[in-house]
């Protein structure tokens, strides 16, 4: 086996861990508040601790990896995410627990962040897209293994069991890495922009607190609107302070390539699309169609199920056409399964269910691979990192505003649908009947969303098969230096919960 392939194997490793353990612990919450005698809104900021810090500094360690190398920043994240897991399976008190979560959240955001890095580094543009496909296919395995995993270590041991079993995995994953991955020359004559790294961090936790905690808190309550004036305020002083910066965290000009931007844009509203469908199906599933949690989570397992074998074949295919059309028609299929699923009814036949939810995954399966080695062949190599943290990035504020988006749409039209349905006291039929209503609701916005996407991802403009990242020299950064604006600019184009309430 080529050591590429090898290289391979320890970002999907860890793609895998990261992803897993977003997933994984949202089964145990009921656990873990029993154990701990807190309220469900209590426990879900273990949840919540670990998608805000993840959120807040992908930008930042995609940066950092350019400056340290790829390789540091990425054992260094699985070290720190490792010994996280084995304080979190030890945690005395619920404090305790979200303190390590967060701890473990900014070891998965160097994990998250150098994944993408690392291939694009390690494969030549005419199978970039293939390296990203196989590499989804760990993303999704552990979107589909999360729920299942964690309820039978929580029954069959304890919750902490799912926080520990990280331990054996973690230290593998960590000598594998060291062997594996090749040694690399850190950015000279560089400087990392601390400034710039604490606005961006701080604006974009504004903006994810305010997501995920505007359904709980009140979307024109105090704190709320504080959180979205702080994330404008910051935001600004972000891009004024990147302007002027001599060694900038990500430089403004890249966002002058139409295959970066309208790849970024693409990316976040196909997240939206698929979160609100995860989001919203389980509590159709459990409190509508009165399935138990382990069937509920049994019944989406088509989605990832499907995005795991429809991602390499999107990737090969992007390889060779270009990333324009794979993507665009992805983005075309999510929007047909999101309307088939605003036809499925409360009571179903188990094939209804499953077929539209094929549907879901193949999208984004098409959709994923083509739009990522878009996004990363189109900027100079030594910003491979920025854009690789920057991509995910938008991948979590895309779940988030999925997730926030479509919790709002619910809570404005379930009172509706229940006083269509309902002259007196409401019976649990119309209940359920009101909530079917507003979740198909939701599904149609979500549908109207993603065709904003097939316009974004068309306009990114023609790309030709291997025409990929620009081989620019790992210089300084500076003003009109290779890597900057000017390069940028210069240089051709080429081809990651909130707990439900």
């Known amino acids: 086996m080529q050591r590429k392939w090898l290289i391979l194997t320890s970002v999907s490793l860890g793609s895998l861990m990261a992803t897993l353990d977003g997933s994984i612990v949202n089964i145990a919450l009921p656990v873990m508040g029993s154990d701990f005698r807190i309220d469900l809104t209590t426990v879900s900021w273990v949840v919540v601790a670990y ?23 990425y054992l260094t994240g699985f070290a720190i995410f490792t010994l996280a897991s084995v304080c979190c399976g030890a945690s005395p008190n619920i404090a305790a627990l979200v303190a390590f979560r967060v701890v473990q959240g900014i070891g998965a955001a160097m994990i998250m962040a150098m994944g993408p890095a ?17 590499n989804g296919v760990s993303v999704a395995i552990g979107l589909s293994l999360g729920p299942a995993l964690g309820g039978i270590l929580t029954q069959a041991a304890t919750w902490r069991a799912i926080f520990l079993i990280n331990a054996p995995i973690g230290l593998f ?8 991955l090749p040694a690399e020359t850190p950015g000279k004559d560089q ?39 702080a994330f404008v305020a910051l935001g600004a002083a972000f891009i004024m302070t990147e302007r002027r910066a001599a060694f900038p965290m ?34 159709f599933l ?11 989570g049994l019944l989406l397992t088509p989605v990832p199920i499907t995005m795991a074998l429809v991602a390499p074949l999107s990737g090969i295919a992007s390889d060779r056409l270009g990333p324009r059309w794979p993507a665009s028609a992805g983005m075309a299929v999510m929007v047909l399964g999101l309307l088939s699923l605003t036809e499925l009814p ?138 900057t604006a000017a390069a940028a600019t210069a240089t051709p184009p080429g081809p990651a919960t909130p707990t439900p309430r």
Not at 119 to 130: I, N, Q
Not at 173 to 180: G, L, M
Not at 260 to 282: D, I
């Open 250 to 283: 990500i430089d403004l000009g890249l966002f002058r390539s139409r295959p970066f931007s309208a790849g970024l844009a693409s990316v976040v509203v196909a997240f939206a699309g698929l979160f609100t469908a995860t989001f919203l199906l389980p509590f």
């Open 118 to 134: 690392i291939v694009a580094h390690t494969f030549p543009a005419a199978e970039r897209g293939r390296a990203l496909g196989l």
């Open 173 to 180: 994953a960590i000598i594998w890495a060291a062997r594996i």
């Open 346 to 483: 409360i009571h179903f036949a188990i094939p209804d269910l499953v077929w539209r939810l094929v549907l879901l995954g193949i999208g984004q399966g098409m959709f994923m691979s083509p739009n990522s080695s878009a996004v990363l062949g189109s900027v100079p190599r030594p910003r491979v990192g920025t854009a690789s943290g920057t991509l995910a990035q938008m991948r979590v504020n895309g779940q988030a505003l999925g997730i926030a988006l479509s919790g709002a749409i619910v809570a404005t039209r379930l009172p509706i649908h229940l006083a269509d349905l309902s002259h007196g006291a409401p019976t649990s039929a119309i209940k359920a009947a009101a909530l079917e209503g507003a979740i198909h609701d939701a599904f149609v916005v979500a549908a109207l969303v993603c065709c904003v996407g097939i316009v974004t991802s068309l306009i990114r403009g023609s790309s030709r098969p291997g025409h990929g990242t620009a081989e620019a020299p790992l210089a300084a950064t500076g003003p009109g230096a290779p890597g």
């Open 191 to 229: 400087k990392f922009d601390v400034r710039g790294a604490a606005l961006s961090g701080l604006s974009l936790f504004a903006l994810l607190l305010a997501l995920s905690e505007g359904q709980e808190w009140g979307w024109t309550g105090p704190v709320i609107l504080g959180l979205v004036v």
């Open 286 to 296: 459990e409190q509508g169609s009165g399935f138990s949690p382990i069937e509920a």
């Open 51 to 73: 998608l805000l810090v993840i959120g807040s500094l992908l930008l930042p360690f995609g940066r950092l990896g350019e400056l340290l190398t790829f390789k540091r920043v």
